[in-house]
């Protein structure tokens, strides 16, 4: 390829269409260096540095990233994130695999339901997580008065280290389960009906025709799905910032969140760069991680 | 063709960068050159009723200041010293704002408050008439670093009707014969409760969005100890006095239930909550209350007397304001006799000339003046105000933690002081 486009400038006619090529994306390019790639670069040098808000900074070369590796709370941080990711991911594709499963057959209605999912979707995060905050309320949220009709005495869902974080997870799959579940309707009724046909005359059941029909035929969105959901998951800030802040005793501190906190709160700018490129990390070695792995399980893919 | 294409997409991305610079142009039109176009931003954190005040004092220092416009923006107080300080690394302060006790060690030590001491040669501002202890926040060395306008003690607001209810003697009453403690306190909140789902009424709530912890340190005040020392160097709430203030409220809210869990929002205007603390600058909310009556008492008292947090919240210039001089004409209107006067409406006034005058307890729907006297201007001498930290955000944090652990009930009260101490100790060091 390399050797192809080096012979191809040679001519002047051809340095004039690389020209018009870099003038046509120049638009984006620009775009990307001042607003992307610039400022990822300057995070990257602040994150070299003991960097406040105001007044100078001082170069301090890797010892923010040191002071990461000996942090506590950043550790417990990265637990918070792991065990969200975790917790969220794995409940997330299932609940929308099993609603596309309902919801892929064309009954008549059946659009009320898929709209009914997919509208959270459509809502602003933060009113999602304002209406939830309030209906986890612990003597007057709607949650506990339910469970008050059946005299159960409901928990004080966001005020106890052990519920926070399943309350928010559960807040965050309902937020985005429809979108999941959009991309597997669409998969589903993709597979051609003549292996569904072959299926059936070679006598497998419904449990088998899933297993070894739909389920191989979808992966390619299962793994998009798992990859998307991971990346967002990784990055959750929005429902922890409006339903518990970090709390109670930093339990759903996840890391987005904790480097929002020193930077805005603490303003240990360049800490927070830091932490940030270990989030950027993270992301990307998963990411990786997940692309390797994809040649082992996911099947049906058009180019490969 | 190629060519044509060229030229047109460098025409447009000419045109996008002219269209960036655009703003920043004229922007420096802006500055002094043209006297009639400067324009002063304040900023606050006030609600409403506080702004209308600001509309009168503004558009008469307008008429009096031909040329210079004034813009005021309000900011909720939770964001309020972030955005100052992200404001100022932008290099895009106001010229004039609002700052509170809490800010003030933050904001001297990034140096962007400009000295104001000037005020104390001008006869006709008259600055030895503000209470020389209200201005001891202000000052660094031989500089003035803002002006008070307003020195709150918190208080308690209570809802009469409830007291009335249950066949409680009110709190004023019991406090002018000196029993007004916590144990009554207590005893009252229990039994103003009702905790039927239906008609849910709560005894008290010392938490306005669950971060007001700071108000809890009366009790231990009121023992003659507190969350910490004088300079605050050493955490010292780990006592007998700040275990009994985690009790006090554990009671209160899982046993008694007469205290709001966490996270809840009762408000006091709402009618379903006995007694609520407050800076006395509330009284602007609670003087549009329709349903039920109410009024202002003192802090329970332990014994060492009764002893209420002070608040300050005072004006500030800063250092590289475009406008200073203009700033400084402004300041000077917010914060003179007239200015100050008109502030009283809802703030406790800086200045004795103010503060003992008629117009300041005579408002209109206010509380009965002899419960101002005696929870407000009889309270104040005794009020104690919680030092400053530079690392106050961090401190705040490791306390808010502690109070995290007694709502998920994760931990004793004396284990729970303990762990606050450790924390709260690590960031002092």
């Known amino acids: ?304 | 063709m190629k060519k044509a294409g060229a030229v047109l997409l460098s025409a447009m991305l000419l045109g996008l960068t002219a269209g960036c610079a655009k703003p920043a142009a004229s922007g420096n039109a802006e500055s002094p050159g043209k006297q009639e176009d400067v324009e002063l931003k304040f900023l606050m954190w006030g609600n409403q009723g506080h702004m209308d005040v600001y509309n009168k004092l503004i558009s008469q220092f307008e008429a009096d200041n031909p040329g210079i416009k004034v813009t005021m923006d309000s900011v909720p107080f939770t964001d309020y010293q972030q955005k100052i300080s992200v404001l100022a690394a932008g290099k895009s302060l106001p010229d004039i704002a609002w700052v509170s006790e809490r800010m003030i060690p933050q904001f001297k030590a990034n140096g962007i408050l400009a000295d104001v001491s000037s005020f104390k040669d001008d006869a006709s501002f008259n600055l030895d008439d503000y209470i020389p202890s209200t201005l001891d926040l202000f000052r660094d060395g031989d500089q003035l670093l803002g002006l008070p306008f307003s020195t709150p003690p918190v208080v308690m607001f209570y809802n009469k009707t409830l007291f009335d209810k249950a066949n409680l003697t009110d709190p004023n009453t019991l406090a002018s014969e000196g029993k007004w403690t916590w144990k009554t306190f207590e005893e009252s909140a229990k039994a103003i409760a009702v905790k039927d789902a239906g008609g849910r009424v709560y005894g008290a709530n010392f938490f306005r969005d669950w971060k007001t912890w700071a108000i809890l340190s009366s009790y231990a005040w009121s023992y003659g100890s507190g969350p910490f020392n004088e300079d605050l160097t050493a955490f010292t709430w780990n006592d007998q006095y700040g275990v009994e203030t985690m009790e006090l409220l554990e009671r209160m809210m899982y046993e008694d239930e007469s205290h709001p869990k966490a996270g809840e929002q009762i408000s006091f205007d709402a009618g379903n909550l006995g007694m609520f603390f407050d800076n006395y600058s509330y009284v602007s909310k609670a003087r549009d209350i329709k349903g039920f009556e109410w009024s202002i008492a003192p802090m329970p008292s332990g014994s060492a007397g009764s002893v209420p947090m002070l608040g300050q919240a005072g004006y500030t210039l800063f250092k590289d304001s475009k406008h200073p001089e203009e700033a400084k004409k402004l300041l000077k209107l917010f914060a003179s006799q007239s200015g100050i006067e008109a502030t009283s409406t809802y703030f406790v006034p800086p200045r004795t000339s103010v503060l003992n005058s008629d117009a300041f307890l005579n408002q209109p729907n206010n509380p009965p003046a002899e419960h101002i006297v005696q929870a407000v201007i009889d309270e104040m001498p005794k009020a104690r105000i919680i030092p400053g930290h530079i690392r106050w955000q961090d401190i705040d944090n490791a306390v808010l933690q502690g109070f995290d652990r007694l709502f998920g009930r994760s931990a004793s009260a004396k284990d729970n002081m303990a762990k606050m101490q450790s924390d709260v100790e690590a960031i002092l060091k």
């Open chain 1, 1 to 304: 390829m390399n050797r192809k486009v080096k012979r191809r400038n040679k001519g002047p006619l051809a340095r004039e269409a690389q020209v018009t090529g870099w003038l046509f994306i120049s638009p984006m390019l620009l775009g990307f260096t001042l607003l992307l790639l610039f400022p990822m670069g300057k995070a990257l040098y602040m994150s070299l540095n003991d960097w406040p808000l105001l007044g100078g900074h001082r170069f301090v070369g890797l010892d923010n990233y040191k002071d990461i590796a000996v942090d506590p709370l950043f550790w417990k941080v990265f637990g918070n994130t792991a065990y969200f990711t975790l917790g969220l991911v794995p409940f997330n594709i299932v609940l929308a695999l099993m609603l596309a499963l309902l919801l892929s057959r064309s009954l008549k209605g059946i659009g009320i339901f898929r709209t009914a999912i997919f509208v959270p979707v459509m809502t602003s995060l933060i009113v999602w997580s304002i209406v939830w905050k309030y209906m986890f309320a612990t003597d007057s949220g709607l949650i506990n008065q339910l469970l008050m009709l059946f005299n159960i005495k409901g928990a004080a869902w966001l005020y106890d280290e052990r519920l926070a974080m399943p309350a928010v997870i559960v807040t965050s799959v309902l937020k985005n389960v429809g979108l999941n579940m959009v991309l597997f309707i669409a998969a589903i009724q993709q597979v051609s009906r003549s292996l569904y046909e072959a299926a059936e005359l070679d006598g497998a059941g419904k449990t088998k025709t899933f297993f070894n029909v739909t389920l191989p035929m979808i992966t390619p969105t299962v793994f998009l799905t798992v990859v998307m959901t991971v990346i967002g998951s990784l990055k959750v800030f929005g429902q922890i910032y409006v339903m518990t802040q970090g709390g109670p005793s930093n339990s759903t501190k996840v890391l987005v969140y904790y480097i929002w906190e020193k930077a805005f709160k603490l303003f240990q700018m360049g800490y927070a760069s830091a932490l940030a490129f270990v989030l950027f990390f993270v992301v990307l070695i998963l990411t990786l991680l997940q692309w390797q792995l994809r040649k082992r399980w996911v099947f049906n893919e058009g180019d490969a």
